[in-house]
């Protein structure tokens, strides 16, 4: 196996916030009263620091703990003097789209993605609909720390009278989301049956919204949120219920998303899982087709597939690889000047149409591949996976678990000839372990060498 090189940088991690914001169970990690103070920085930080009012804008998924969350921010940021806009349950990707459209400060996305109900999290984005920059993030840390040396030492005072921040009902900019959406597609999906699985999440009313406009069929599951079953089962971490579906109903496609909607997975007719880099192969294709994939490059993660490269090569189309997140991936794709790029995990990044990844561009991107085939057979033609092995390892102490694992992996590395990854989680604590070799018995022996090591430093 040949090794990779990768661009990228390493992710902001602090003691409250990972790479995809500050997540962890609600109530316990992820409180109300640290959601105020998050508020009340923003609103400091964009607002009363400049002597001028803040505009931020807010949505949530349907966690139960996500309407606590959502009112504590608001709080946080009225208190500060700034106004909090409200978009209710809706997307990461649309808040990320407001934010930059409607030109507001930042926005703020009360979820935590493909994690079970009882986590929670506050995704924090700057006016450019991207990922919050890292001072700033350093900057709320030191406050939620009791560390009030970048305020002068003092507080952030809270506002009154007049400079009291307000909210506002900001639904309406979701109904301009979805129309942002439908005005991707080139042409009608009728005739076309698709199933879609919203994860009982963000998604469950939008999805059904974008696809019956554009003239399909449509069968959802994952439909039915009652604030404790986002991910249960549904979703794009929980793709069989997806596959029984499209099986069952004898539909053309499938979409799966996470519980914010910035990941999509898709099956086909045959019930067959589409990968990430399935998708990125597809969609890099359809691109370069229409003359629109410029430099011919792909950004793609330190996980994707070695195959997937390999295939994309041979469609003299290259790839810049970089660490995991989406962040990164963005990142990258500014530096090399990539219009797509993704994770094997389904964030797929189009940057002509957003900054951050959106599950429902890709859906709407890979129909439109799908309707110029006349149907998704063919499309992964020249397409192959390397044998490759994943394992999530459940840990209490993500440092304490990781002692001397890196070391291990080195000699495995050599020994059994692999490409391994290990890596702790930045959203969960979990120890995240990927084998990519000549066979999938060797990629096995590798995760469960390494799972041992794991196991017993836990």
């Given amino acids: 196996m040949k090794s990779r090189r990768y661009a990228g940088r390493r992710l902001f ?13 609600a109530g316990v990690t992820v409180t109300a009263e640290r959601a105020f103070k998050v508020g009340k920085v923003l609103g400091w930080y964009y607002g009363a620091r400049l002597g001028r009012k803040c505009r931020a804008v807010i949505g949530k998924d349907t966690r139960l703990s996500s309407y606590m969350l959502e009112y504590s921010l608001a ?5 500060a003097g700034a106004d909090a806009h409200i978009m209710h349950v809706t997307t990461t990707p649309s808040v990320s789209f407001v934010t930059r459209c409607d030109g507001f400060d930042c926005g703020i996305m009360v979820s935590a993605s493909h994690n079970p109900y009882y986590d929670n999290g506050i995704k924090l984005l700057n006016d450019r609909g991207e990922k919050m920059d890292d001072d700033v993030i350093s900057v709320i840390e030191s406050y939620l720390d009791g560390d009030f040396t970048a305020f002068g030492g003092k507080d952030i005072p809270s506002a009154r009278g007049r400079d009291i921040g307000r909210t506002v009902d900001y639904i309406a900019a979701r109904n301009r989301y979805i129309g942002h959406l439908i005005s991707l597609a080139t042409c009608s999906y009728k005739g076309f049956r698709i199933g879609l699985d919203g994860a009982n999440g963000s998604a469950f009313q939008i999805a059904r919204s974008v696809f019956e406009a554009l003239g399909a069929k449509t069968y959802m599951i994952g439909d039915a949120p009652d604030g404790t079953n986002v991910n249960d089962g549904v979703g794009s971490t929980h793709i069989g219920a997806l596959c029984d579906l499209v099986k069952n109903k004898s539909l053309d496609i499938g979409f799966a998303f996470d519980g914010d909607a910035d990941r ?8 067959d899982i589409v990968t990430g880099d399935e998708e990125l192969f597809v969609l890099a294709n359809y691109l370069k087709a229409r003359g629109e994939l410029a430099h011919n490059k792909v950004v793609c993660t330190v996980l994707s597939n070695g195959g997937f490269i390999e295939s994309l090569a041979a469609r003299k189309i290259s790839c810049e690889v970089c660490d995991v997140g989406d962040k990164t991936v963005c990142d990258t794709m500014a530096k090399t000047g990539a219009v797509l790029g993704g994770e094997r995990s389904g964030h797929i990044v189009f940057s002509k149409y957003e900054t951050t990844g959106d599950g429902l561009v890709t859906a709407v991107m890979l129909m439109e591949a799908i309707v110029e085939n006349r149907g998704f057979d063919g499309l992964l033609k020249g397409y192959k996976n390397l044998p490759q092995v994943a394992v999530n390892i459940p840990v209490v102490d993500k440092s304490r678990a990781m002692t001397g694992v890196e070391f291990l992996a080195e000699k495995l590395r050599q020994e059994l000839k692999v490409r391994l990854i290990v890596r702790p989680s930045g959203t969960e604590r979990v120890i995240r372990v990927t084998a990519e070799g000549e066979s999938e018995e060797l990629c096995a022996l590798a995760c469960k060498i390494i799972q041992s090591k794991i196991q017993e430093n836990r």
């Fill in 13 to 25: 991690t602090g003691k409250y916030f990972g790479t995809d914001g500050f997540r962890g169970e």
């Fill in 75 to 79: 709080s946080g940021l009225t208190s």
């Fill in 264 to 271: 999509c997975i898709a099956v086909d007719a045959n019930g």
